[in-house]
């Protein structure tokens, strides 16, 4: 197979705790030009006289009046510099280290810190189309190598040309963290099977066995950052940062701010639109808000209701678009529970109002969404299939319970953590009272939530999924692939929905792996090891001045790259 997809081009940091930025000066100088008069010509000689006689003397002749200089030419005032322009943005959280190696627990924030420093082999724009970044074009000579051709001429932030070292180094880096560092992406490498340096600009990569989802990987960009060799020896990567983005890092101060420059160097000459970029840590909504207002930053995320507050403010526009993190209960499938049994998990499917949660949790800014988030390109089941899929019948759902052997219901608790998720349990716990099933809420810390998921020490969750690189990890874990095998699901399986999820992933054509994902996801839906309720929607909140800004799906800023900030 030779399938080719070329990619049409788009458009040292010191270590140092804060610079100056922008420091220029101005010196402006004019010349005085001076002009002289001319001397009185002499005048022409006379004959000399006969016999003179004496004369009266002659007349004084008047000297001629003198030229008057020009006035000198004006000199024009030193111009000032033009002000920097610095765009403000505020962060719902701290980063707590803005490493590359995708290690750190605190992923949203670590991405969102070190995305506009760090650029990938290729990205998506805000349609979730493909785009070439480092490398201007791929090819796969077979189904088992990646060829990328780098861009030339591409520059660190130290000014350290970029090379096909560097990016072997990134990603065997990235693939084994230094220190005995833990990726929690590591699953995305796993059919990596050499990376190798073909010249300065080309690397190849060679799989273990045909991967689809490879440009994927790179265009989410999270855990494929690109840097110079040998980074750690020449930073630290938790404070600091040397990549090819389109902003340097000046400094990071934990619990407070980011401040990056604009690095005028960056291989897109689109981008950035600003001089300074500086991130503010607000974990509290309140405080954006009264930031905003008060003009001290330009953007903040908010929630459905804070947008509602901010409507009618004459200066702050409010953007909103989907964004990939579905809303779910989760299961635990061990064996001898109620819900190890279909039949009750389709009840409890059958039960729950979405719109009813919808409108309560989420001020009615939500729409439905199977295991693939509406957004992400072709691959969504239609809205409408969903509304049949999702109608409520409360009879059909006691009908079940009954043929399950519990029509007087049982008692189960569901772990949550503050937020949606919480807020979510309140409004379903009320709807499965309906058949009889009287669900606890335990509320926790995010952090042992967090752990207690990973570790399946739980028997129901209220939760949310992620952004994917490709489409199979939306439905992955009931492929009982990782910890879903063991943690989640060793008493549950099925045979179909795997054969369709292993087609998915033996070939590079869209349109078979469409087939066969439609039917992965269909088979979820009536299985139901894990219950959909809503994907909502992302607001963000921006002065009028801002411009370019959007609501980028990915849940990160990629959109900051090119915001601009106008007088």
């Known amino acids: 197979m030779d399938t080719k ?77 033009p002000a920097p322009t610095v765009l403000t943005w505020a962060m719902n959280g701290d980063p707590v280290s803005i490493e590359p190696y995708g290690i750190n627990t605190t992923g949203q924030y670590n991405y969102e810190a070190r995305e506009l420093m760090y650029d990938s082999l290729l990205y998506w724009d805000k349609d979730l189309k493909v785009q070439p970044g480092l490398a ?41 963290p230094p220190n005995d560092g833990k990726n929690p992406g590591a699953g995305f490498f796993a059919n990596f099977d050499m990376v190798e340096v073909v010249d ?36 630290n990567p938790a404070v600091e940062g040397i990549g090819t983005g389109p902003f340097r890092l000046v400094s990071y101060t934990p619990n407070s701010e980011l401040v990056y420059e604009r690095y005028a160097e960056h291989w897109n000459s689109n981008e950035p639109k600003v001089d300074q970029l500086i991130y503010r840590i607000i974990p509290e909504e309140d405080a954006r808000i ?30 909103k678009g989907l964004f990939s993190s579905p809303k779910v209960i989760q299961f635990t499938l061990k064996g001898g529970k109620p819900w190890d049994n279909k039949a009750v998990r389709q009840a409890v499917s059958l039960v729950i109002d979405r719109q009813e949660v919808i409108d309560k949790v989420m001020e009615g800014e939500a729409v439905l969404t199977g295991p693939v988030v509406p957004g992400y390109g072709n691959y969504p089941l239609a809205e409408s299939e969903l509304q049949q899929l999702y109608t409520v019948n409360v009879e059909k759902a006691k009908q079940l319970m009954a043929e399950a052997g519990f029509a007087d219901g049982f008692q189960v608790t569901a772990m949550t953590f503050p937020g949606y998720a919480n807020d979510n349990a ?33 028997d129901w969750c209220f939760t949310a999924r992620g952004m994917r690189a490709d489409v199979n990890g939306y439905v992955n874990d009931f492929r009982r692939l ?47 090891p894990h219950i959909y309720l809503y994907q909502d929607l992302r607001f963000s909140a921006v002065r009028k001045e801002v411009e370019g800004y959007y609501v980028a799906f990915t849940t990160f800023r990629p959109a900051l790259r090119s915001t601009s900030v106008s007088e």
Not at 154 to 175: E, R
Not at 426 to 454: C, H, S, Y
Request: proline share 10%; charged share 20%; glycine share 6%.
């Open 426 to 458: 309140v409004v379903v716990q009320e709807q499965l009272k309906q058949i009889n099933i009287d669900m606890q809420i335990e509320q926790i810390e995010f952090g042992t939530f967090a752990q207690r998921v990973t570790n399946g020490e739980y």
């Open 136 to 176: 201007e074009s791929f090819e796969n000579p077979d189904d088992t190598t990646y060829i990328f051709k780098l861009r030339s001429g591409v520059k660190f932030h130290n000014g350290q040309p970029l090379t096909a070292d560097d990016v072997k180094y990134s990603l065997d880096t990235i693939m084994t």
């Open 5 to 81: 997809n070329p990619v049409d081009p788009a458009q040292d940091q010191p270590r140092t705790t804060r610079r100056e930025f922008l420091r220029l000066s101005f010196i402006g100088g004019g010349l005085m030009v001076l002009q002289a008069c001319g001397a009185t010509p002499p005048a022409a000689p006379t004959a000399a006289p006969a016999a003179p006689a004496p004369t009266a003397a002659p007349a004084a002749t008047a000297a001629p009046a003198p030229t008057a200089a020009p006035a000198p030419t004006a000199v024009p005032a030193p111009t000032a510099p």
């Open 200 to 235: 300065p600009l080309t690397v190849r990569i060679k799989m273990k066995k045909l991967d689809p989802t490879i440009p994927g990987l790179f265009a989410w960009s999270r855990y494929t950052s690109i840097f110079p060799k040998d980074l750690p020896n020449l930073v």
């Open 482 to 528: 990782g910890i879903a095998k063991d943690n989640w699901f060793p008493a549950w399986q099925n045979a179909e929905l795997e054969a369709a999820y292993d087609a998915g992933m033996a070939t590079l054509d869209p349109a078979k792996r469409k087939e066969a994902f439609d039917t992965v996801q269909r088979l979820v839906i009536d299985e139901s």
């Open 290 to 319: 009264a930031a905003l207002r008060a003009g001290d930053i330009h953007g903040a995320d908010v929630s459905a209701l804070g947008a509602r507050r901010l409507a009618n403010e004459p200066d702050i526009l409010v953007e």
